[in-house]
């Protein structure tokens, strides 16, 4: 119950930073927040998928 909660807030931290790197991007025209973003959201996502790929092993454990 609570790792879960925890994983969620984890998940939506590392995509709020991704976005305020973009924000960062738009405001400054620097490059390297473009590239910080892109970094933290691609690895935002497979960490998302990650997660998600092992609920649905344990879903799937619990039913077999």
């Known amino acids: 119950g609570s790792m879960l909660i ?3 807030i984890v998940l939506l931290l590392l995509l709020v ?3 305020l790197c973009f924000a960062m991007y738009i405001g400054t025209r620097d490059v390297r927040w473009r590239l910080r973003g892109i970094l933290i959201v691609k690895w935002t996502v497979i960490a998302a998928l990650g997660f998600f790929a092992v ?3 344990e879903r799937m454990a ?3």
Request: net charge positive; glycine share 8%.
């Open 17 to 19: 930073s991704g976005l």
């Open 62 to 64: 619990m039913v077999l």
């Open 55 to 57: 609920l649905l092993l």
């Open 6 to 8: 925890f994983r969620w």
